[in-house]
């Protein structure tokens, strides 16, 4: 079956530091790849995705490559601020198949001013 | 543009009682997709409407149904609910299956 995993949080950070997210998945089909973000009381909002092999995809300062050879998206920025403070999730969904998207189970992000 | 709404945002109910919750896709949107999130289970596909029609269901009992009406507008319904049924209900919508999907705020559901 599909399946994403995700880094282990909660992660806290100092404002300005280097942010990476690590997300593996597993995938019976040729998937995209998605990073969502959901902040307190809110839904989920789309931060990026990549639909194919070596693809880079970027928001807000946000970024990850579609790492085929090592079933990767890990997320990275380069210089986190207070407002980035929000669980991430990392999810995926098989092309030419259905809406359906698999998700990781969620990193707590809490960056400290 | 308006985003996907969903109605209402709050909800309080009791063993036993059925609920039915709304979700308003983005204009022109046709596929709309239901997600239910816990804390222990984290985000759950539940099932998936395009064109009226259901073209996908996750894992879950009988007692979890959807509809989807010509305009788009989709319902879900859980009956004869239980204490676990509490948690975030999301919808989302996509133009085709192409296209990311976008979701709206969720409703709460709580089960006293």
């Known amino acids: 079956g599909n399946s994403v995993t995700q880094m282990e949080g909660p992660v806290t950070l100092s404002e300005e530091a280097f942010l990476t997210i690590n997300c593996t998945y597993t995938?019976?089909?040729?998937?995209?790849l998605f990073w969502y973000v959901q902040y307190p009381g809110e839904g989920l909002q789309l931060l990026l995705k990549a639909t194919k092999a070596d693809d880079k995809g970027s928001n807000k300062g946000f970024e990850a490559t579609y790492r085929k050879e090592t079933t990767s998206f890990h997320l990275e920025k380069g210089s986190v601020q207070v407002s980035d403070s929000a669980v991430y999730f990392c999810a995926l969904r098989i092309n030419f198949g259905n809406e359906k998207l698999t998700f990781g189970t969620g990193t707590r992000l809490t960056i400290i001013p | 543009k308006a985003g996907v709404t969903q109605t209402p945002r709050y909800l309080i109910k009791t063993r036993g009682q059925q609920v039915t919750l709304s979700c308003s896709p983005i204009?022109?949107?046709?596929?709309v997709s239901w997600y239910q999130q816990t804390p222990g289970q984290g985000l759950q596909f539940l099932f998936e409407y395009f064109s009226e029609t259901q073209r996908n269901k996750g894992n879950f009992p009988g007692r979890f149904s959807g509809r989807q009406f010509s305009n788009s507008r989709s319902e879900m319904n859980v009956s004869t609910l239980e204490l676990g049924d509490s948690a975030l209900y999301l919808c989302?919508?996509?133009?085709?299956?192409?296209?990311?999907?976008?979701f709206g705020d969720g409703t709460r559901l709580s089960i006293l």
């Open positions: 204009s022109g949107h046709r596929s």
């Open positions: 995938a019976t089909g040729y998937p995209s």
């Open positions: 989302a919508s996509s133009m085709t299956a192409d296209q990311p999907q976008h």
